[in-house]
């Protein structure tokens, strides 16, 4: 049985900075691949990163590119997101998400590419 658990979450002022973290079991993050996405109040789901281990890719969304780095530790079976300059509309729910196949870039960061998702931590930035 696949769980992703988050962890890591927390709230910070305008600038500040966060890592959340993601321990899989029942799942080989190596073979996969696997993603981060993150759902404000009354937003749609949206990826944030992406990461395919295997060939070192990564690929974000635009609202957060050069300020999160996501990034994994194979013998931990852990994916991080180092999230910096936060900014008050990087408040939401942040999850993360594995899939047993490798994607192409252009369905990365979408919710529907992921079979396998974890509870969320909350991540509140105030300005």
């Known amino acids: 049985q696949v769980q992703l658990v988050e962890s890591g979450g927390d709230s910070v002022q305008t600038g500040g900075s966060l890592r959340l973290s993601c321990a899989a079991s029942?799942?080989?993050?190596?073979?996969?691949?696997m993603a981060w996405f993150r759902q404000g109040p009354g937003k749609e789901r949206e990826g944030v990163a992406y990461?395919?281990?295997?060939?070192?890719?990564?690929f974000y969304a635009d609202s957060v590119k050069g300020r999160f780095t996501i990034f994994q530790d194979n013998a931990k079976n852990t994916v991080y997101l180092q999230m910096n300059g936060l900014k008050p509309e990087d408040t939401a729910m942040y999850f993360c998400?594995?899939?047993?196949?490798?994607?192409?870039?252009?369905?990365?960061?979408?919710?529907?590419?992921?079979?396998?998702w974890g509870q969320g931590t909350q991540v509140t930035v105030s300005s």
């Open positions: 998400a594995a899939a047993i196949w490798r994607p192409p870039s252009s369905v990365a960061l979408s919710p529907g590419t992921y079979k396998y």
């Open positions: 029942g799942y080989t993050a190596s073979r996969g691949s």
């Open positions: 990461i395919r281990p295997d060939a070192r890719s990564t």
